[in-house]
């Protein structure tokens, strides 16, 4: 079974056939971000990971399964995104209370 840095090396290749580039990546991103109008936000491969993670979780994806999708090793990192998912909810929560319409 090939490791997943073995096939992303021809699966994800330059115009070239080579191996893209960190930079190459990230400057793509921020040019597609632009052309969808996305802006006041960082746009980079790092947020799109982090915000597919964080609404993994949120719409109720398991952390075994994000896990296995992020490649991470132990389920520690996927464990921060279910911390954040989990304080975007008690804030919603808090914000549908009664208590809190009543101030």
């Known amino acids: 079974m090939a ?6 090396q ?6 070239a056939g080579d191996k893209l580039s960190r930079s190459t990546v990230y400057q793509g991103v921020k040019r597609y971000g632009a052309m969808a ?9 790092h947020t799109l990971r982090s915000t597919f ?6 719409a ?5 399964h994000l ?5 991470h090793s132990s389920l ?3 464990r921060r995104y279910a911390a954040v998912a989990d304080e975007d909810a008690w804030e919603a929560s808090r914000a549908l209370s009664p208590i809190a319409r009543m101030s």
């Open 10 to 15: 021809w699966l994800f290749a330059n115009r």
């Open 60 to 64: 109720g994806g398991s952390l075994v």
């Open 76 to 78: 520690e990192m996927s």
């Open 53 to 58: 993670a964080t609404q993994f979780i949120k």
């Open 3 to 8: 490791r997943r840095r073995d096939w992303a």
């Open 37 to 45: 109008g996305i802006q006041g936000v960082r746009v980079s491969p």
């Open 67 to 71: 896990q296995t999708a992020l490649g």
